[in-house]
């Protein structure tokens, strides 16, 4: 089985920067897509960005481009959301999540982390 676990996350003033780190362990194989996901309170689950395997492809939800930067270490199992210039809406919980798919969006994602609390104050 796959398993996910994030870290980075935490408290930050509006405009300032925080990078997430997801690292896989466990069977790996045929895991192509990640992805990171984001849910504030009271709000449906939502993509935030993602990367395919080689990490040639990227997607950003409009509402993070130009300021969310996703990107992948094949060799270290690990897939990296840099964040700039936050904004309060930004207030979440991130989930790192991977696919055995290998597009980015289009699909479910089966495989998912814990989370980790971001929050951006005013």
């Known amino acids: 089985q796959v398993q996910l676990v994030e870290s980075g996350g935490g408290l930050v003033q509006a405009g300032g920067s925080l990078r997430l780190s997801c690292t896989r362990s466990g069977r790996t194989f045929n895991v192509y897509v990640m992805g990171w996901f984001r849910q504030a309170p009271g709000k449906e689950r939502e993509f935030v960005a993602g990367?395919?395997?080689?990490?040639?492809?990227?997607y950003y939800a409009d509402s993070v481009k130009g300021r969310f930067t996703i990107s992948r270490d094949n060799a270290k199992n690990s897939v990296y959301l840099q964040m700039d210039s936050l904004k309060p809406e930004d207030t979440a919980i991130y989930y790192c999540a991977a696919d055995k798919d290998y597009r980015i969006y289009g699909h479910a994602y089966d495989y998912w982390g814990q989370g980790t609390q971001v929050t951006v104050s005013s």
């Open positions: 990367i395919t395997l080689s990490g040639s492809s990227t």
